[in-house]
């Protein structure tokens, strides 16, 4: 157990839809990393919030977006859902040190699968 | 941002050891190594992460030269639970999460 959690496991939802992938980082991390993987594909990095405020952001389309709330959780949002949007949506988060390359741990993922 | 290219696969059997190559040519001064495991349907997690020389945990070791533009992972004594995806990690802090995780390497243990 990494200690970050993510919320719902699966979600299964139609073409054009809206929804929303909760992600809650590890006790004093203050980093969180979203990332999206398709079937049998590497990860993509999508984004990544440093105590709120948006820090990097990677092959994110436009439909998605993300925030990362007073209390460290985030929230990404995936809007006119496509049926290559469905994947598997991780969550990391780390300390993000001055130095070096921060371990990230990672959270169980939520399937979205868009019919 | 270096560009890691690592083989897309690899067989091995029970018992034997492993390397993994990752290839990382503009490694920048202040970028760090780190390698992720990951089996299907679950995140990934941190395996090992050095600078340069040779790091070793009870898990693996991790052998960078010199020039630091390569990097290989070494798994002593694989078992077939150690059938995963390898992912070579190159960069730093200052542009954490542009480091790309790339297609990793599919490492198959047989019995």
């Known amino acids: 157990d990494s200690g970050v959690t993510q919320t719902p496991k699966h979600l299964i939802t139609a073409t054009g839809q809206r929804v929303t992938l909760r992600c809650s980082p590890r006790?004093?991390?203050?980093?969180v990393y979203w990332y999206q993987q398709s079937l049998d594909q590497g990860l993509q990095f999508l984004i990544q919030?440093?105590?709120?405020?948006?820090?990097a952001k990677g092959n994110i389309l436009e439909r998605f977006s993300a925030q990362q709330f007073p209390d460290l959780h985030s929230e990404l949002n995936l809007s006119s859902l496509e049926l290559g949007d469905s994947a598997l949506y991780f969550c990391?988060?780390?300390?993000?040190?001055?130095?070096?390359?921060?371990?990230?741990?990672f959270g169980p993922g939520t399937r979205l699968t868009v019919l | 941002l270096a560009k890691t290219t690592q083989p897309i696969s690899m067989d091995s059997y029970e018992g034997q050891e492993v390397n993994i190559t990752c290839s990382h040519n503009n490694i920048a001064t202040n970028d760090y190594i780190t390698w992720y495991q990951q089996f299907p349907s679950q995140g990934p997690r941190f395996i090992i992460q050095g600078y340069k020389t040779k790091v070793t945990n009870e898990v693996a070791s991790l052998f960078i030269p010199a020039d630091r533009k390569s990097s290989t992972l070494s798994l002593p004594r694989v078992s077939l639970s150690d059938t995963a995806v390898y992912y070579c990690?190159?960069?730093?802090?200052?542009?954490?999460?542009?480091?790309?995780f790339g297609d990793g390497t599919t490492l198959t243990v047989k019995p």
């Open positions: 990690l190159v960069g730093d802090n200052t542009n954490a999460g542009k480091s790309t």
């Open positions: 990391a988060s780390s300390v993000l040190s001055l130095a070096g390359q921060d371990e990230q741990f």
């Open positions: 006790s004093g991390d203050l980093s």
């Open positions: 919030y440093y105590n709120g405020e948006e820090r």
